[in-house]
């Protein structure tokens, strides 16, 4: 079946139609080589030579004969005509973005008759906008009102249509999709290019607590404390978490009817009173950019109670104590009660909510173990303290700084009482030793000891004093048989001489008492060597010597 120049269809038999067949596929094989020769040589810029065949049959009735006709076209790519587009182009859901196109003529040029966009998307395409000379621009629904061509020109009444770049507002995610720029030309037929387009979308970031009270626990179970929720995102978001607290976390990924990802990580740990307070960051990475937000857990616990005040140097007659309960809780605590677990409460001790104030002085009946109970909305804790009263205070123990200030004024005070009492009964002493001093000529070096002649106006017996030791030849063993016991110096004062005549007797010093004879009286003689041996003897009133160092004390 073939269409003959008149434009009516004929059928052929078989065979006529495989004799017709050989024959053009013969023909053709010769011919196309000598197209060539016929050709000029193709100019340096060209970078290919594009060759068509057309075969048309002409078919008469009256002649029964067959022609063939070959159509050649040239083409070459330095006068051929080009869209140019971006390879892609993205932006985010609700902004705006240009898809730009622009036709490359040939030379010479040829018409445009026509720029068509369309959406290329699950094989199909949907016209997007429409650019014709004659009958001006249209854009078609649903982009009517977001899609426009940028170039005026393209616009105007003769309008330019080598530049019909169009833009995008408001994206929509169901914007992403390849679209093509197509060109009609006349007559080189149509061109056209394409171009991706991708849309974000930006996720809502949302951090929060599990709940907006926590309550700490006894046990070391983990529980949920925070979640942090990346929703409606493209692509899906990465949540990691900032923080200097013991826990961990777990993520979940869902995908969204309209293509976007909600990423839900949540933070598990064990609520405590260490971690009240405590900060908490998530950081979510989205397409190269990072947000951060944080929180700040409220934990609620038990009080933590402690008793202050107690030194442990209660004594007796001491003022101005106190025991404060100290309570650290969350929610605060809202009823302290007091206890005396030896009885009740002693009637000089008031009670002011957490405070326990003494009146008066510290006594006995003080003593005891105080215990305080805080109570708040989770729950009820105690401490205590034994106080003890002593009868003096505690030394070394530490005192307050108000304290020290006071116990130092007083020691500085009594100090110096104590160093004036010192001082004026020295200055009595040293007066009245001073009128019972002998007042004689202190040059006088030794007295004799018990001397009759020694006269208590301080006069000097007419013979020289004495040593300090007055030996006699005599051994202990004669005198025991003489005497019938040994005999001191002072027992035999008497024996002194009282004349002249026996101040006559030879005197000697100790190392020559050896020389006495037995029975015979030996004195010590006055030697001038023993000098400084009594240079710190002083006479007495009631006749006695002393040393200067016994008669100043």
């Given at each position: 079946m073939f269409t003959g120049m008149t434009g009516r269809t004929f059928i052929l038999p078989k065979a006529v139609m495989l004799s017709m067949t050989e024959t053009w596929k013969k023909e053709a094989q010769v011919s196309l080589p000598t197209l060539s020769h016929l050709l000029p040589p193709p100019p340096s810029q060209y970078h290919f030579l594009s060759l068509s065949l057309s075969l048309s049959l002409s078919f008469s009735l009256l002649s029964l004969s067959l022609s063939l006709s070959l159509s050649l076209s040239l083409s070459l790519s330095g006068y051929s005509q080009m869209v140019q587009v971006d390879e892609s182009r993205s932006g985010y859901a609700g902004s705006q973005v240009d898809l730009g196109c622009q036709f490359v003529n040939s030379d010479p040029p040829v018409?445009?008759?026509?720029?068509?966009?369309?959406?290329?998307?699950?094989?199909?395409?949907?016209?997007?906008?429409?650019?014709?000379?004659?009958?001006?621009?249209?854009?078609?629904?649903?982009?009517?009102?977001r899609v426009r061509f940028k170039n005026p020109a393209v616009r105007r009444t003769t309008p330019s249509l080598e530049d019909t770049t169009i833009?995008?507002?408001?994206?929509?995610?169901?914007?992403?999709?390849?679209?093509?720029?197509?060109?009609?030309?006349?007559?080189?037929?149509?061109?056209?290019?394409?171009?991706?387009?991708?849309?974000?979308?930006?996720?809502?970031?949302q951090m929060s607590l599990s709940t907006p009270a926590i309550v700490a626990v006894q046990t070391n179970q983990k529980m949920t404390v925070a979640t942090c929720v990346s929703a409606n995102g493209k692509p899906p978001g990465v949540i990691s978490w900032d923080?200097?607290?013991?826990?961990?976390?777990?993520?979940?990924?869902?995908?969204?009817?309209?293509?976007?990802?909600?990423?839900?990580?949540?933070?598990?740990?064990?609520?405590?009173?260490?971690?009240?307070?405590?900060?908490?960051?998530?950081?979510?990475?989205?397409?190269?950019?990072?947000?951060?937000?944080?929180?700040?857990?409220n934990i609620q616990y038990e009080p933590d109670v402690t008793i202050e005040g107690y030194d442990g140097n209660w004594?007796?007659?001491?003022?101005?104590v106190q025991l404060?309960?100290?309570?650290?809780?969350?929610?605060?605590?809202?009823?302290?009660?007091w206890r005396f677990l030896n009885g009740s409460i002693p009637d000089k001790v008031e009670v002011r909510d957490?405070?326990?104030?003494?009146?008066?002085?510290?006594?006995?009946?003080?003593?005891?173990?105080?215990?305080?109970?805080?109570?708040?909305?989770?729950?009820?804790?105690?401490?205590?303290?034994?106080?003890?009263?002593?009868?003096?205070?505690?030394?070394?123990?530490?005192?307050?700084?108000?304290h020290q200030g006071l116990g130092t004024a007083i020691g500085m005070v009594a100090l110096g009482g104590s160093?004036?009492?010192?001082?004026?009964?020295?200055?009595?002493?040293?007066?009245?030793?001073?009128?019972?001093?002998?007042?004689g000529d202190y040059s006088t070096k030794k007295h004799v000891l018990g001397s009759s002649s020694y006269r208590k106006g301080g006069s000097l017996p007419p013979y020289p004093p004495l040593p300090q030791v007055l030996i006699c030849p005599e051994d202990e063993d004669k005198k025991t048989e003489m005497y019938g016991r040994p005999i001191s110096l002072t027992e035999n004062i008497h024996e002194l001489p009282d004349s002249a005549d026996q101040m006559n007797r030879t005197f000697s010093v100790e190392s020559e008492v050896e020389g006495c004879g037995y029975g015979e009286q030996c004195f010590a003689f006055y030697d001038e060597t023993e000098l400084e041996m009594s240079v710190d003897m002083v006479p007495q009133t009631d006749g006695s010597v002393i040393s200067k160092e016994e008669w100043y004390v």
């Open positions: 018409k445009i008759s026509q720029v068509t966009w369309q959406k290329f998307i699950n094989g199909s395409k949907q016209n997007v906008a429409i650019a014709n000379p004659a009958l001006g621009v249209s854009v078609l629904p649903p982009f009517k009102e833009t995008f507002s408001n994206l929509r995610l169901t914007d992403e999709a390849a679209y093509i720029c197509e060109y009609t030309t006349f007559p080189a037929g149509n061109r056209e290019n394409t171009v991706n387009l991708t849309v974000y979308a930006r996720p809502m970031i923080t200097g607290l013991d826990g961990e976390s777990s993520s979940q990924e869902i995908r969204n009817p309209d293509g976007t990802f909600t990423v839900r990580s949540d933070y598990m740990m064990v609520p405590t009173r260490q971690t009240h307070k405590k900060k908490l960051t998530c950081i979510t990475t989205f397409h190269n950019e990072r947000y951060s937000d944080s929180v700040t857990l004594y007796l007659n001491r003022e101005s404060v309960c100290q309570a650290d809780a969350n929610p605060p605590v809202s009823l302290f009660q957490n405070i326990l104030l003494f009146k008066g002085a510290v006594t006995y009946d003080l003593a005891g173990t105080y215990l305080c109970d805080a109570t708040n909305s989770i729950g009820t804790r105690s401490a205590s303290v034994e106080v003890n009263v002593t009868e003096f205070p505690l030394f070394p123990h530490e005192i307050s700084q108000g160093l004036l009492v010192v001082a004026v009964t020295l200055l009595a002493v040293l007066f009245h030793r001073r009128q019972r001093t002998f007042k």
